[in-house]
């Protein structure tokens, strides 16, 4: 599907509002003067608001990028980027989970997370419970009062993930946040952001490499080129979201029929 397509497609929907993301002619070079790489673009990419976008593509060739571009931590060297309407704010524009976790290591997991809830204005009241209730959700009961230099890889992954729920922000930037995940709390997080997104109606942008989890989590996939990514192919999903039997979800004739889809589609692109 062409990028013209996808803009039609999307016409009607909500892609000023709060949480939406607008890509127009984006590209983005790293380096100065001669020494210039061109990381990723031009890409043209509308997200409304309360889409769940699953972004795949070779190593390199620049989601982690795009990520940086949306949540306004790089300007574009050309083109423009708009979140909710506006250009992004670093640290406002969204709440985002890091390819590698990004912690305070000085601080607590529990301290951690009540920054990001101090961060989102939440009444310091709350705080015990949130947090509670946030840790629970990624596993991590009891585990509060632990440095972060204490905890394993994946579970600094999971504060990193808690930390963005916390945030409450309209929108979601995750970039292959399962990726150092054991396979069964993988799926429960998985299940967990889909559902979380779909009943906050939040927007958000998920970068894997796993076909898998693309189809699994995303109302709409996005396959880029190999480096530099421009959109290779724009995929709707239209399998049933809000509560759904997630193991049967997973097991369905259309799940499977999707998965092989887009692990296709992404080896074209990457050899292409
Ligand atoms: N800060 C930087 N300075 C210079 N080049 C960079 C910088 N960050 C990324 N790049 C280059 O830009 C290209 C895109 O990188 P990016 O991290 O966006 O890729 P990616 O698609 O996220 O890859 P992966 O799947 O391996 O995470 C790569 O060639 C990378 O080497
Ligand atoms: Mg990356």
Redesign the pocket.
């Known amino acids: 599907m062409s990028s013209s397509e996808t803009t039609e497609s999307t016409a009607g929907a909500d892609t000023a509002g709060a949480g939406s993301v607008r890509l127009d002619h984006v590209t983005h070079r ?2 100065r003067g001669s020494e210039t ?1 061109t ?2 673009g031009p890409v043209d990419l509308t997200v409304p608001a309360g889409e769940f976008l699953v972004l795949v ?1 070779a ?7 795009l990520l940086r571009l949306i949540a306004g931590f790089e300007r574009p060297t050309q083109g423009s980027v708009r979140v909710s309407g506006a250009e992004p704010r670093p640290g406002e524009a969204a709440g985002v989970v890091f ?1 590698t976790p990004r912690l305070f290591p000085w601080r607590t997991v529990r301290g951690n997370v009540d920054l990001a809830l101090r961060y989102a204005g939440v009444e310091r009241a709350r705080w015990p419970q949130r947090r509670a209730e946030l840790l629970a959700r990624v596993g991590l009961e009891g585990t509060g009062k632990r440095r972060t230099w204490e905890i394993s890889g994946g579970q600094q992954q999971r504060v990193a993930i808690a930390r963005a729920l916390a945030a409450e922000n309209p929108l979601l930037l995750l970039d292959e946040p399962f990726a150092a995940l054991d396979a069964l709390t993988r799926e429960r997080l998985q299940e967990d952001v889909r559902r979380v997104t779909d009943r906050t109606g939040r927007t958000a942008v998920f970068v894997t ?1 796993s076909a898998d989890e693309a189809v699994f989590l995303g109302s709409r996939i996005v396959v880029l080129t190999k ?1 530099p990514g421009t959109v290779a192919l724009d995929l709707p999903i239209t399998l049933p979201r809000g509560d759904v039997d997630a193991e049967e979800l997973r097991e369905s004739t259309e799940f499977a029929e999707l998965r092989a889809q887009v692990a296709h589609a992404v080896k074209a692109a990457a050899a292409a």
């Open positions: 790293y380096g790489f990381a990723v593509g190593s390199g060739c620049g989601k982690s990028t390819q490499h480096s």
